[in-house]
């Protein structure tokens, strides 16, 4: 089956059966692909880390969807031992959907670390959802059919991995760290992609990315986010290539729920790669690398610790 001619964001697929776990669904772009898919009618999982904010989101989501079927989990992706208790709290038996949105972007240096010495952008965007993967892969592999969507970035496009100094310790720029962070979680999506092909899984992995998202051209959500009306204004030319986190969910949102999105697709924004409704894009060649990606692999299992006893590592 090839993808959806036909897709509409605005019109979904019934996704009533589906269970969806969305990092960093408290905020920004994770906030309106959690809005989508409970509007759609799937189980929403709110990883966050902070509970407040998890249910001022689901207040949000509940007063424009009041059917919508939403939880939290706790979530610190740069705390290897809050993503190893993800599975403790979920209490579900299938997860059809993993999205790893989460993510953070330093502007400044200096070199900042998280509490176990790693460099905290690669921690959090790349091992936090490494690990993640791995300890949710049996809910995963026990829904009929699975799917990992990773959210990259146009920052990985021009971003080079150095194997040999992956958390920045000889070189450290903060925006380079970022695209690195960002290329690292999309090479670990195609990868993870080619290692379930590999198996015969039914699970997918996917990788999609929001193009250019503003809050400032982003809708209000009461308690969420509201842009100044200065904000507002001064973003008016930025419109012309660039759009609101609401748009920006809407490539995930496919690749997590379009029936003919395969595993190993890329997808983004079709203006400009920027903005837009989602469309499949050509994978560039140095995300897809398959050497580069199994020494990544095998060095993000040394620094998460995970237990090569699940198969994963
Ligand atoms: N906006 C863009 O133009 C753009 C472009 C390309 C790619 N992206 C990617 O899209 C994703 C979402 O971006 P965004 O613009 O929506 O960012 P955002 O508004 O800054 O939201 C980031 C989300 O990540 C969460 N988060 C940060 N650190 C975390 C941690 N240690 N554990 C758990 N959650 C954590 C934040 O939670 P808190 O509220 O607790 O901080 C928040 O929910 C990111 O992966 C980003 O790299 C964005």
Not at 133 to 162: C, H, I, K, N
Not at 237 to 257: D, F, M, S, T, Y
Request: positive net charge.
């Amino acid at each position: 089956m090839s993808a959806s001619r036909t897709w509409n964001v605005r019109r979904l697929p019934a996704a009533r059966d589906r269970t969806a776990l969305v990092t960093g669904a408290n905020a920004g772009i994770g906030y309106f692909v959690a809005e989508q898919l409970a509007a759609a009618g799937a189980t929403v999982v709110l990883a966050a880390r902070s509970a407040a904010k998890a249910e001022t989101a689901m207040a949000s989501i509940r007063s424009r969807t009041p059917d919508a079927r939403l939880r939290h989990v706790p979530l610190d992706l740069a705390d290897p031992a809050s993503v190893k208790a993800v599975v403790d709290h979920l209490d579900t038996d299938r997860l059809d959907a993993l999205i790893h949105n989460a993510g953070i972007a330093l502007d400044d240096p200096p070199r900042r670390l998280d509490a176990y010495g790693r460099e905290l952008m690669f921690a959090t965007n790349h091992l936090g959802h490494f690990a993640l993967t791995q300890w949710l892969a049996p809910l995963l592999a026990a829904a009929p059919a699975g799917r990992v969507v990773t959210v990259g970035s146009f920052a990985a496009r021009s971003e080079r991995l150095d194997l040999d100094d992956l958390q920045s310790v000889q070189d450290y720029d903060a925006k380079r760290s970022y695209g690195r962070s960002k290329l690292a979680q999309m090479s670990f999506g195609f990868e993870l992609d080619r290692r379930l092909r590999a198996l015969d899984s039914g699970v997918l992995s996917v990788v999609a990315h929001p193009g250019g998202a503003l809050d400032s051209l982003t809708p209000p959500r009461a308690g969420l986010h509201a842009a100044g009306r200065a904000a507002r204004v001064a973003a008016l030319p930025a419109r012309a290539v660039l759009q609101g986190k609401e748009a920006g969910a809407w490539p995930i949102v496919r690749a997590a729920l379009d029936p003919g999105v395969r595993g190993g697709e890329l997808w983004g924004p079709r203006v400009f790669k920027l903005r837009g409704v989602p469309r499949r894009e050509p994978v560039p060649a140095h995300m897809a690398d398959p050497e580069t990606a199994t020494r990544l692999w095998a060095a993000s299992c040394e620094l998460t610790g995970t237990d090569p006893h699940l198969g994963f590592c």
